[in-house]
Nanobody
Framework: QVQLVESGGGLVQPGGSLRLSCEAS????????MKWYRQAPGKEREFVAR????????HYADSVKGRFTISRDNAKNTAYLQMNDLKPEDTAVYFC??????????????WGQGTQVTVSS
């Protein structure tokens, strides 16, 4: 089993910044990719950003390009989402999602519990 612990959410004014963290622990054979999603009230969960664990591949939703940066610390099995120039429409619960390969070479995926980000003056 894999556990994902997210942190870093909170209340920030428009134009402000936050950095989210997602630490993976447990029975991880190999991390493959980590993603951030978000879900605003009354809306479906949407993709925000993705980072491939063993290479340089990054991908962002158009709505956050140029403002958000995803990064990783391989030694800590942790991904980060640096969010700058935050807007009220960025208000949502942010979820971490990870895909791993187990020691038995099975592919599994897991979700974090979510962290609230509120952008408001």
């Amino acid at each position: 089993q894999v556990q994902l612990v997210e942190s870093g959410g909170g209340l920030v004014q428009p134009g402000g910044s936050l950095r989210l963290s997602c630490e993976a622990s447990g029975s991880i054979g190999r991390l493959v990719v980590m993603k951030w999603y978000r879900q605003a009230p009354g809306k479906e969960r949407e993709f925000v950003a993705r980072i491939v664990w063993s290479g340089p591949s990054l991908h962002y939703a158009d709505s956050v390009k140029g403002r958000f940066t995803i990064s990783r610390d391989n030694a800590k099995n942790t991904a980060y989402l640096q969010m700058n120039d935050l807007k009220p429409e960025d208000t949502a619960v942010y979820f971490c999602h990870v895909e791993i390969t187990t020691f038995e070479r099975l592919t599994q995926d897991f979700w974090g519990q979510g962290t609230q980000v509120t952008v408001s003056s």
